[in-house]
């Protein structure tokens, strides 16, 4: 979009126009554009213009421009479009601000994407209605909304023409996604399936609830849907989970992961969790690392609870110490990583596909993904965007180290 006005991307110091995306899920995260604010002043005192964009923009608008007052431009994230006349606004003198939702109108206005990886990001639904008595994503991204159906698979078109071999689905609870025909994911999914040359699928962030039958049949029945789920269920004590409004339970939790499983017995599930929701008791917190050892992940993300401006568990009475939180948050996460090592150890020995994103550090080294979401290096003259097979060799934490196990398509031909 900017680049249409005659702008490019530089490095940080000379830029004219720094444009700052922020995220409001935590504080620590909302706090950042603060400190990051402080930084743009040069030595000879002057200052970029300075724009700030995402979510922490869409819950503190005016806020902003008053704790920072070298803020030009303050824009909401259903109002990207705008952000030329915003620019042009700012540079006038004046100061911008706008963080209306009008629904839909983003993304028939953003101007299509000029150049693609081999892994590509696809949003088809934002915002979220549930209202998790922690979350704020209500609030700053609104109800939720689905992009219509040939607007998404014309942009999957143009992906894969550009050079996309695996989509991912992107919504902030992507299983949530509908069309007006009452058509779900998995319909999607399918059509999805028939792009030539689209090698994979992927969604995330998927919601319990939103895991319909026929999305888990479509893990059975699609050879381009990935193995691969993140479904967070973010405690595993039934009276916490009341308390978050999360509208399911640990068992029924643990029942839909025991569906999905035997749809695709391979699949790795990844989650979140947070540690310290208000009135958590240790008892409570144990049952969360039940949980952890009765799912087996293969990935997670953990966080400490953060009270959020305006969402009801901010208000909740028994507000957990920090210091408890903290050995929660160390326990868990040394959990996760023990299942996360062991998952990427089982996989030793395994011959699988690697699409192939970008070089290594090494020379002649390439990093991919498996069909797990494992990061895998290998020795190869492949290039980016080739799907390789390799056999696993190797298997750090966070990574496995693989081997070329039939030429790849480069060296064929050559
Ligand atoms: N829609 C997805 C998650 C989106 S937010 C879902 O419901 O599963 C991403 C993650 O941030 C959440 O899963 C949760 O683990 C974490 N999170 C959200 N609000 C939080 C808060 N107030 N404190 C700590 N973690 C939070
Ligand atoms: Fe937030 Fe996810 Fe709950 Fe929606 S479903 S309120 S995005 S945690």
Redo the contacts with the bound molecule.
Sequence with gaps: MLAAQGMQAVDGGEADLVVLNTCH??ERAAEKVYSDIGRLRREDGSRPMIAVAGCVAQAEAAEIPRRAPSVDIVVGPQAYHRLPGMIAAAAGGGRALDTDMPAQTKFGALPARRSQGPSAFLTVQEG?D?F?T????PYTRGAEISRPWSAILDEAKALVDMGAKEITLLG??VNAWADVDGRGLHHLIAALDRIPGLHRIRYT????NDMSEGLIRAHADVEKLMPFLH??V?SGSTRILKAMN?SHGRDSYLRLIEQIRAARPDIAVSG???VGFPGETDAEFAETLGIVAEVNYAQA????????PG?P?AAMDQQVAPEIMDERLQRLQALLNEQQHAFNQASVGRRTDVLIERRGKKPGQMLGKSPWLQSVHVQTGARIGEIMEVEIVSAGPNSVGGRAAAPALAEIAA
């Design positions: 899920i935590r979220c549930k998790c922690y979350c704020v994503v902030q609870n962030t998927s919601h319990p479904l967070p973010q999360r979140d969790f947070i993300y953990s966080f400490k609870y953060s009270p959020r969402t568990a």
